[in-house]
């Protein structure tokens, strides 16, 4: 049975303050039967998020990394330097990463493959815009995406996370119904299934607009084993509930 994953994505948000009071609450009231959870962090907080998490319970995620091992990429964060900081997953492919910085998948599925060699867990962001989904191509859209990094990272394809993000509920305050959200998680556990024998084992979050209120409904669904959570990750409680209900 897939352990259900519940990770935080601050974004752009954080200060050194406002961090220990946040990982301080959060770390404090976490239920004694917690799924796994996960904050990822802005990289300048790397070395202050890996000392508050100590002996927490909860895992250190980074928001992004380099597609490059190494060299002249100034601003670039390479899989071996977040390795140094113990982060354990960091997202890939998030929507705002394809759209504002046009990220091609792939460069998405390179990314996941040094993430893989640095041991660290890829979040493999993949999901359609409004108008993709209107005009009926949301199975074509996540689907080529998904093959993307099926195709670069072959057998290992099993060690990822993945996590639907319909682009139209991030961020927006719409969400996905969880009939919707379950279609489509049905849909990448077929083609994963297709790929790897290990597919079981392979955790689909869902990510877009998931609060405390939603996510109960969100986690029943049978193919959704967990959520990758923006705003409400931002907030103790909200969190907080989010990982109760997934527990």
């Known amino acids: 049975m897939r352990r259900k994953l519940i990770a935080g994505n601050w974004k752009m948000n954080g200060s050194l303050v406002a961090n220990q009071e946040l990982i301080g609450a959060v770390a404090a009231g976490l239920p004694v039967a917690h799924c796994a959870v996960a904050l990822c962090v802005p990289s300048p907080y790397l070395a202050q998020a890996q000392a508050l998490l100590a002996g927490s319970g909860i895992d250190l995620g980074a928001q992004d990394l380099s597609c490059h091992e190494s060299g002249a990429f100034t601003g670039e964060i390479s899989a ?34 040094r993430a893989l060699a640095a041991g660290i ?25 998904l093959a993307a990094v099926i195709h670069t990272n072959g057998h290992c394809i099993s060690e990822i996370v993945l996590a639907y993000e319909p ?81």
């Not at 867990?121 to 995406?145: D, F, N, S, Y």
């Not at 193919?223 to 109760?244: R, T």
């Open 80 to 113: 071996a330097m977040l390795r140094e900081f113990g982060v354990r997953y960091a997202i890939v492919g998030h929507s705002e990463r394809r759209q504002f910085h046009r990220e091609s998948d792939a460069e998405v599925a390179q990314k996941a493959q």
């Open 121 to 145: 867990t890829p979040i493999v962001c993949i999901g359609e815009t409004l108008a993709e989904r209107e005009a009926g191509q949301t199975e074509a859209v996540v689907k080529r995406q």
């Open 167 to 247: 682009v139209w509920a991030i961020g927006t305050g719409k969400t996905a119904s969880p009939q919707q959200a379950q279609q489509v998680h049905a849909v990448l556990r077929s083609q994963l299934a297709a790929a790897s024998e290990h597919a079981d084992r392979i955790g689909i979050l869902y990510g877009g607009s998931m609060n405390a209120v939603n996510a109960a409904n969100l986690l029943g669904q049978p193919d959704i084993d967990g959520g990758l959570i923006g705003g409400a990750s931002l907030k103790a409680a909200d969190f907080l509930a989010i990982i109760s209900a997934a527990a």
